[in-house]
């Protein structure tokens, strides 16, 4: 009976383990998790840094292209913009009269359908590496209720962005703010 005894605590400590080795090897699987996502994070950051550095941004987009010289960002020389295919698409419960969507003077939705939700454009905007103002104005039929409308954009080549904003009365006059 003592034999038993003793063997149930001794399978007991075995089953437990030795602190200073299971730390050891906890130390040792987080040291080899570590150095590999150290160089995957390290890496994309040096990426963005080198993108910074050369003072352009290169996307890989055809299109139109305007030079701006100088500035706080590029002091050095030149930095080009360019106008990048985008899918804009307008989300709302209640049909709006009118949408409006400016990037400066230009109006983005030139044509948009707004019988449906969600109503679907293909146009063009300028991504700026400081972040894209777009002036956003909507009115609805006298009577209707606050509602949201959800303006998503899909530039070729990038992330889709989605801003919502609530109507005040029969009307909405918005800057939205898009960063890529």
Same mark, same amino acid.
């Given at each position: 009976?003592?034999?038993?005894?003793?063997?149930?605590?001794?399978?007991?400590?075995?089953?437990?383990?030795?602190? @200073?080795?299971?730390?050891?090897?906890?130390?040792?699987?987080?040291?080899?998790?570590?150095?590999?996502?150290?160089?995957?994070?390290?890496?994309?950051?040096?990426?963005?840094?080198?993108?910074?550095?050369?003072?352009?941004?290169?996307?890989?987009?055809?299109?139109?292209?305007?030079?701006?010289?100088?500035?706080?960002?590029?002091?050095?020389?030149?930095?080009?913009?360019?106008?990048?295919?985008?899918?804009?698409?307008?989300?709302?419960?209640?049909?709006?009269?009118?949408?409006?969507?400016?990037?400066?003077?230009?109006?983005?939705?030139?044509?948009?359908?707004?019988?449906?939700?969600?109503?679907?454009?293909?146009?063009?905007?300028?991504?700026?590496?400081?972040?894209?103002?777009?002036?956003?104005?909507?009115?609805? @039929?006298?009577?209707?209720?606050?509602?949201?409308?959800?303006?998503?954009?899909? @530039?070729?080549?990038?992330?889709?962005?989605?801003?919502?904003?609530?109507?005040?009365?029969?009307?909405?006059?918005?800057?939205?703010?898009?960063?890529?």
């Amino acid at each position: 009976m003592l034999t038993a005894k003793v063997a149930a605590t001794t399978l007991m400590q075995i089953m437990r383990g030795f602190p @200073p080795i299971q730390i050891f090897l906890l130390g040792l699987a987080f040291g080899l998790l570590a150095f590999p996502l150290t160089k995957l994070t390290t890496g994309a950051a040096m990426h963005a840094q080198e993108t910074e550095a050369h003072g352009h941004e290169d996307h890989g987009h055809e299109g139109e292209e305007r030079v701006v010289k100088g500035g706080t960002d590029h002091p050095e020389g030149e930095h080009r913009h360019v106008e990048v295919p985008t899918l804009a698409r307008l989300r709302y419960a209640h049909r709006p009269l009118s949408v409006s969507l400016k990037q400066g003077d230009e109006e983005l939705l030139k044509g948009m359908d707004l019988s449906a939700s969600p109503a679907e454009l293909s146009t063009a905007i300028e991504i700026s590496h400081e972040g894209n103002d777009l002036i956003l104005t909507a009115t609805w @039929p006298e009577g209707t209720p606050d509602t949201a409308l959800t303006v998503e954009l899909e @530039p070729d080549g990038f992330e889709i962005h989605r801003e919502t904003r609530w109507s005040s009365g029969s009307s909405l006059d918005e800057v939205l703010t898009f960063t890529w």
